[in-house]
């Protein structure tokens, strides 16, 4: 403030009297009308993606599991046996495609499962496993998450295994980890920790994989992917945001 | 050519093809929301209920930036809120590349995890840079040449025509 401030003025209002002089009025400092119908547009802009932001965030309550798990061989089924929808879920617990079909349907899954409005096989398939350093995680991951079945923490565990999925091309978890995700979400039986480290459904799990990487009614574009979804034994397409709306509406 | 029109001719390059790097990538982004979450959360910056936030938001941000310059309004700040979101891209990518992840930094489309000797971090930066410089010229001379902001400007008036 003060003198140098004042004299910028004083310089400038000499500057306007020559222009008055000259005959012309020069604009007056501070937004004019235009400018300021464009800062209100890009602040518009601004505040509506906040605004998507904000309700993305909140759309997503989330469900807390109360449906039956139960194993069969390297196969995971959620919910009632009589549902009158079944989907098929073949997942690689490295693969980030299946992390987002994770995030972005599990509350909706959950919420049908509980329900009782579908019950979902949920298929242990490792095809990345050459894609870690040591090779495997993701035949660990599956043959761990096939141990929290029995252990009462399947839908959590799922879960946390998403959430922490370690990235393509890193180390990986180490079994030890896998073992302390668990411990963390209450797995209490003895054989818990053997379970995971031991790794023993390994074999069926590699088994699996292959019967569903032959299997050409599970193919996209003639290969095998994880994540594939069938619904009621048809192959749906991820790109469909609805496809759980319509399969429970029995479209 | 006086001067003033040849910077005029050069902002509005600078504003077309600005506005032609963010309608092209927010479209790309905007197609396939799967591909821009896995390529957002590829960074391993932000939580995953915050990266499916972002990767709603921006291609649909990015889309307004490209329209906004295209039709030239409010082109100084669309410019500055340009480059707010290209120092953070760049910031990205930095981090990314610090700590040794290697990404693709799915800037057009793509993203994800690649083979570490498949990384362009040096380019992508550069790239970045590139066009932070578009944008900062609009910022520090936003008048250009078939913008909207010029047909909202009040003309400059001859004395006798105010009051």
Redo the contacts between chains.
């Keep these: 403030m003060g003198g140098a401030s004042r004299s910028e003025k004083n310089r400038k209002q000499a500057a306007n009297h020559r222009l008055?002089a000259a005959?012309?009025?020069?604009?007056q400092s501070g937004p004019?009308?235009?400018?300021r119908?464009?800062?209100i547009?890009?602040?518009a802009?601004?505040v509506?993606?906040g605004v998507?932001?904000y309700f993305?965030?909140h759309n997503?309550q989330s469900t807390t599991p109360n449906y039956a798990v139960a194993a069969s061989g390297t196969v995971v089924t959620a919910g009632k046996a009589d549902a009158p929808v079944t989907v098929d879920v073949y997942e690689d617990y490295l693969c980030?495609?299946c992390?987002?079909f994770e995030?972005?349907y599990s509350d909706d899954v959950t919420t049908a499962l509980n329900d009782g409005k579908i019950k979902v096989n949920y298929h242990s398939t490792a095809i990345l496993d050459p894609l870690t350093t040591p090779a495997g995680y993701s035949t660990l991951a599956a043959n761990a998450a096939l141990c929290a079945v029995p252990a009462g923490i399947w839908p959590a565990y799922h879960k946390a295994l998403y959430?922490d999925q370690p990235?393509?091309?890193s180390a990986g978890l180490t079994a030890a980890q896998l073992v302390q995700k668990g411990v963390d979400l209450g797995a209490k039986n003895a054989d818990w920790s053997t379970c995971v480290t031991g790794n023993s459904n390994a074999a069926a799990i590699t088994e699996a994989t292959k019967a569903a990487i032959g299997n050409t009614a599970l193919q996209t574009n003639g290969r095998f992917g994880t994540p594939t979804i069938l619904v009621n034994d048809a192959k749906i397409d991820?790109?469909d945001s609805k496809w759980l709306e319509n399969a429970i509406a029995g479209k | 050519m006086e001067r003033g029109r040849i910077l005029d001719v050069i902002g509005t390059l600078a504003r077309l093809g600005l506005a032609a790097v963010w309608l092209v990538s927010g479209t790309i982004k905007a197609v396939d929301p799967d591909q821009t979450y896995i390529a957002v959360r590829a960074y391993d910056v932000l939580p995953t209920g915050v990266v499916s936030v972002v990767a709603t938001v921006l291609p649909f941000l990015e889309l307004a930036l490209g329209v906004l310059l295209l039709i030239g309004l409010g082109t100084r700040a669309a410019a500055a809120l340009a480059a707010v979101v290209l120092v953070v891209f760049i910031a990205g990518v930095v981090q990314a590349w610090a700590r040794g992840l290697s990404i693709d930094c799915g800037c057009f489309g793509g993203g994800g995890q690649v083979a570490p000797d498949a990384t362009a971090y040096g380019t992508e930066v550069l790239r970045d840079v590139g066009f932070l410089l578009l944008a900062g010229w609009l910022i520090v001379r936003p008048h250009t040449l078939f913008a909207l902001d010029g047909r909202l400007e009040s003309r400059p008036v001859r004395s006798g025509e105010r009051n």
Aim: no cysteine; aromatic share 0%.
């Design positions: 008055a005959g012309i009025t020069p604009k004019s009308g235009g400018t119908i464009a800062l547009v890009v602040a802009v601004v509506v993606a998507i932001g993305v965030i997503r980030p495609v992390e987002r995030s972005r959430a990235a393509e091309k991820l790109n």
